[in-house]
């Protein structure tokens, strides 16, 4: 059984990015983990705790709907994750990734026009740097709608994937999961409304023969031998 840690700047982040993914990986017998590093909202204005609170429990709904082992929380401030010191964002994911060893990791895309998505994206492979000990085989960067193609412009870091998971037998549950964010759901066509992250999941996978999926950027993937099987 293989373990993997979705490692998250914002609550909803990890459902509009992967949960299609995560979903069929769990039910294919995959052991899942969520890290949110910030704590979301406060950037759009003042937030006041019984919000906060709501937020916290949609975000704890969304990821036991789909079969989340565990959701680990940190503090950072939202959309300034750049006034953080690099190194204790590094220092919370090795924190996590020390207490479950996951081979996998989804994160986000360095070309994200979200700060926060960026450092998250930088600090994850630090966090991971591929030393002989490094549990983490497989990185994969994850599209969000209304971050990932709003930076389109920027060629030097564009999204362009190149793996392709079919998602049409969980598309439902990552809908559901989806639908737990109440208060960050917005209406059509904004992009992080359920009508369109849908039929985004659609276009995606009619480009490469598919009823549903979602894109990734492959950003490592260490095959290693087997113990005791010489390569």
């Known amino acids: 059984m293989k373990q993997l840690l979705v490692v998250a700047a914002h609550p909803d982040d990890e459902v509009l990015g992967c949960f299609g993914a995560v979903a069929r990986l769990i039910r294919e017998g995959h052991e899942a ?3 949110i590093l910030g704590r979301g909202k406060e950037a759009r204005g003042s937030a006041d705790q019984d919000e906060l609170r709501l937020f916290q429990k949609e975000m704890l709904r969304a990821n036991e709907s789909i079969g989340i082992k ?16 690099l190194l204790n964002i590094v220092k919370k994911i090795e924190e996590i990734k020390e207490k479950i060893a996951p081979d996998i990791i989804f994160t986000h895309h360095v070309g994200d026009i979200n700060v926060d998505h960026q450092v998250t994206h930088r600090a994850v492979l630090t966090a991971t740097r591929p030393k002989p000990e490094e549990s983490v085989k497989t ?15 920027a060629k030097e870091t ?8 079919d998602i049409s037998g969980t598309i439902e549950s990552k ?3 989806l639908a737990e964010y109440k208060s960050e759901l917005m209406p059509y ?7 369109h992250v849908k039929s985004l999941a659609k276009t995606n996978g009619a480009k490469v023969g ?8 492959l950003i490592r993937s260490i095959m290693s031998c087997h113990e005791n099987t010489e390569c």
Not at 139 to 153: H, K, L, V
Not at 210 to 217: A, D, P, R, S, T
């Open 139 to 153: 990185i994969y960067a994850m599209e969000i709608p209304s971050s990932t193609e709003w930076n389109g412009y």
């Open 158 to 165: 564009a999204f362009v994937p190149d793996v392709f998971f």
């Open 210 to 217: 598919l009823k549903y999926c979602e894109n990734f950027v």
């Open 189 to 195: 066509p904004h992009p992080r409304s359920m009508e």
């Open 70 to 85: 565990e959701v680990f929380t940190a503090d950072f401030p939202d959309n300034a994750f750049d006034s953080v010191p």
């Open 33 to 35: 983990y969520t890290l």
């Open 175 to 177: 809908m559901l999961a």
